[in-house]
C-alpha cells in the first residue's frame, strides 16, 4: 500500500484536509474504538494515524467517521486569530481584465445579496490623461482601521494575524464603522438573508461570515476559515488571471495558487503600493501598479459599452 | 395655569397622536421586515432618522441656554420662558435617544452598549453624556416645578373632577412646604444644576458632531466641527423656544407675562446666534471650496450647484439670512414676525441636519460602483418619513401634554421676581 510510505507529515495534512476526525485516540486501552466502530462492521482496510502521544498506530478503516465541518473554532479564539501569522494580500493591478470571478466566488460563499459585493471592480484613472485601468478593491484589513476604533460593542475587532473580523452576534447595526470605512469596504444587511432555513440554522463563525444575518454590517474576512483548511480566499482561487496573491507577511510568501514570490521582493520590484496610505490607516492589501498591462482596459466593459 | 384642551386643542392633540400613531406602525413595519423598509442603503447608510437625531440633539441645547447660562448671567427677564425652555430640551433629547435606537440594524441587542461598551467609540460618550443630560435637564425641570405644585394642590384640593390630578400633584410635590430650609436648598440645588448643565450641553453636541468628525469623509473631516454645531444648536434652540412662546402666549393668554419685551431680546439672540452660526458656515464650506480638494470637490459642488443646491440655498437662506433681515429691525421683533422668523429657523435648521448627513456619504472616495442604481441616491421612504415626523410629533405632545398639566410659565418665581423688582422701584 502506497499509504504505508506516506510520510508523517504529508499523512497529517491528508487526515486534516479529508476533514477526517478520529472518534478517539488512546493507544493505551485495550481497543479503544470498540463500540464505535460505524455501520457495517470493520472494513479489514486499515489506516495509519498519529495518536496524541506521537505514535503511529494502525485502526480499520471504519473507525474513523467523517465529521461534516472542521471542528468550529470558538468565538474567543476567533478573536485572537491563527497563532504566528500576519495576513497580507497583493492585488496585481497589471493582470485584471474585470471578470469578476472573484466577487463571483466571494459571494457565493458568503450568502450575499444580489445587488451587494464585498469585492468592488473599478474603472479608476489617475489622472485625466492617464491610463483607465481595474482595480478590484475587498477590505484592507488596516493594522490601524478606523471601523474598530469606532465600533461602540467591540462586534468589530482586529486579531493578532491581521484580520479585521465582524461578529454578527454582537453587532447592533449602527452603521457607525460604514462612515467611518475610507474604502466603502462595508455593507449592512438591509434584508433578510437570502439563505435556506438549514443555512441561517448552521452555527455562526465571525471566520467565515456566515450565516449572515439581518440588521448588521458584513464585509471581506480574508477567509481564515479557507486557511484553516489549508485553502486559499475564494477571490484567490476563482480569479483566472491571477490576479490575486495571498500570504504571510512573517513568512515573507504570497501565492496566488499558481505562482508563489516573496512578500518583500515582489513589493520591491514592481513598486506596490497601498491604497489612501496618507490617511494612516496602514492597510494589509498593497497593490501592484497596472504597467505593461496583459489585457487593454476596455476589455473589462460589459459589452454593451464596448466600443 | 393649565386648563383643560378646548376644541382646538383637541384637534392637535388628535393629529399629533395620529402622527404618532403612523409612525408607530412604520417603526413595527421596519421591525419586521428590517431597514429595508428605508431608503437607506450601502453608501447612504445614514439618512434622516440621524438626521433628526442631530436635530433633537441641537434643539435641546436650548434648555441649558435659556436656564443656565441666561441665569448665571443673570438676565432676570428669561424667568417666564425658562419652563418652556426647559421642557423643549426634556422632550428633544428624549426623543433624540429614541431616534437612535429606531436607527439600529438590531435594537434588542441595545444592552450590548452596557455590556461589551468600549469608551473608545464616540456613540458611548454620546450615550453617557446624553443620558447625564437628560437627567440634569429632569431635575432643572422639576425642582423650579416645586412651589409651583404646593399652588396646584391647594387648588385642586376641593375640586372633585381633579382628583387624580390632585393625587398626582401630591405624590411629585407634596413634601414641598416652602420653609426657608427647603427654598435654600432647592435654589442651592438649581444653582448647582445650573453650572454643571453647560459643560454636560457642550458636550452633548460636540460628541454629536464627533460622530461625523471623527471619519475621514468630505464634508465631515473638519476641526471646526464641534463649535459649529454649537452654534447652530443655540440657534435653531432659540427659534424654537421663540415659537413655543410665542404660541403659548396666544393660547393661554400669558400677555401680562410674555410681553414683548420677551420677544424683542430673544429676537436680539437669534440674530446674534444666526450671525454666528453664519460664520461658521462660512468656515465649513468657503475655506474648503478655496482649496477644491479632490475627495471635497464632488461633495461641495453637489451641495452649491449639484443635487442638494436648492435644499441647501433654501436651508441658508431661510434658515439665517431672512430671519436676521427680518429680526434686526425694530418692528420684527414684534410677536408675530418674530414667531414667523423662528419658524423659518426651525424649518431650515432641520434641513441643514441633513445636508451635514446625507450629501456625505454620497460622495465617498472610492466612486460609487458595482452597486444597483439605486444605491447611489437617496430619497427617504415613506417608512422614514412617517417615524421622523412620528418622533416629531412625539416630541410636541409630550410639551402638549405636559402643559395641559402644569402651569407653562413659572408662577412663584415670576411672582417673586415681579415683586423683587416693584420693590426695588420704590
Ligand atoms: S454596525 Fe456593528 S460592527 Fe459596525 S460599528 Fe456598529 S456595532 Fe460595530
Known sequence: MSENSTSRKQFLAALVTAGLAVTGCSTKKENPFEGVSGEGGPTGKKVKLLSVDGEIVEMDSSCLKPVPDIPPVSNDRERVGIDGKKFVMVIDLARCKAVKNCQKMCNAAHQMHSGQNWIHVYPMKESENGAPFWQPTNCMHCDAPPCVKVCPVDATFKREDGIVLIDNTRCVGCRFCMAACPYSARIFNWNKPEITEEEACKPYSCESSTPQRLGTVGKCDFCPDMYRQNKLPHCVTGCPNGVYFFGDLNEDSVTNGAESFRFSDLIKDKAGYRLMEELGTKPSVYYLPPVNRNFPFEKGLPTSEKS | ???????????????????????????????????????????????????????????????????????????????????????????????????????????????????????????????????????????????????????????????????????????????????????????????????????????????????????????????????????????????????????????????????????????????????????????????????????????????????????FWFAIITGMVIPIIILVTPWGRKPFPAFVAGVMVVVGAWIKRYLIVTPTLLSPFLPMHDVPESFKHYVPSWAEWSIAFGSLAGALLIITIFARLFPIIPIHETIHEAHEKNTEHH
Open chain 2, 1 to 311: 395655569m393649565p386648563r383643560p384642551f378646548d376644541k382646538l386643542g383637541i384637534m392637535w392633540l388628535t393629529v399629533l397622536v395620529l402622527v404618532c400613531c403612523l409612525g408607530l406602525f412604520a417603526y413595527i413595519q421596519q421591525l419586521r421586515l428590517g431597514l429595508c423598509v428605508t431608503s437607506l442603503r450601502d453608501y447612504a447608510s445614514w439618512g434622516i432618522y440621524i438626521s433628526n437625531f442631530v436635530f433633537f440633539v441641537a434643539i435641546s441645547l436650548v434648555g441649558s441656554l435659556i436656564t443656565a447660562v441666561l441665569r448665571l448671567a443673570g438676565a432676570h427677564w428669561c424667568t417666564p420662558i425658562t419652563r418652556i425652555a426647559e421642557i423643549i430640551a426634556v422632550s428633544a433629547i428624549s426623543f433624540a435617544g429614541l431616534i437612535i435606537i429606531v436607527d439600529m440594524g438590531r435594537p434588542e441587542r441595545f444592552y450590548n452598549l452596557f455590556i461589551h461598551g468600549r469608551l473608545q467609540s464616540p456613540i458611548i460618550w454620546d450615550v453617557l453624556v446624553i443620558s447625564t443630560y437628560l437627567i440634569i435637564s429632569c431635575l432643572l425641570l422639576y425642582l423650579p416645578l416645586l412651589p409651583d405644585l404646593k399652588i396646584l394642590i391647594a387648588r385642586t384640593k376641593h375640586d372633585p373632577e381633579k382628583r387624580i390630578l390632585h393625587k398626582m400633584y401630591c405624590f411629585m410635590g407634596s413634601f414641598w412646604t416652602g420653609s426657608p430650609l427647603q427654598e435654600k436648598l432647592v435654589n442651592r440645588g438649581i444653582n448647582i444644576l445650573c453650572i454643571t448643565i453647560v459643560p454636560v450641553a457642550f458636550s452633548i453636541h460636540t460628541v454629536t458632531s464627533w460622530l461625523f468628525a471623527t471619519t475621514y469623509r468630505a464634508g465631515w473631516d473638519s476641526s471646526n466641527f464641534g463649535a459649529y454645531f454649537i452654534s447652530g444648536a443655540f440657534l435653531v434652540g432659540s427659534g424654537a423656544v421663540m415659537v413655543a412662546t410665542y404660541v403659548f402666549r396666544h393660547i393661554y393668554h400669558l400677555e401680562d407675562y410674555i410681553t414683548h419685551v420677551h420677544f424683542d431680546k430673544l429676537g436680539r439672540i437669534v440674530v446674534m446666534l444666526a450671525g454666528l452660526y453664519g460664520y461658521f458656515n462660512v468656515n465649513e464650506y468657503l475655506v474648503p471650496a478655496f482649496k477644491m480638494k479632490k475627495p471635497e470637490e464632488e461633495f461641495l459642488l453637489s451641495l452649491f450647484v449639484g443635487d442638494f443646491s436648492g435644499i
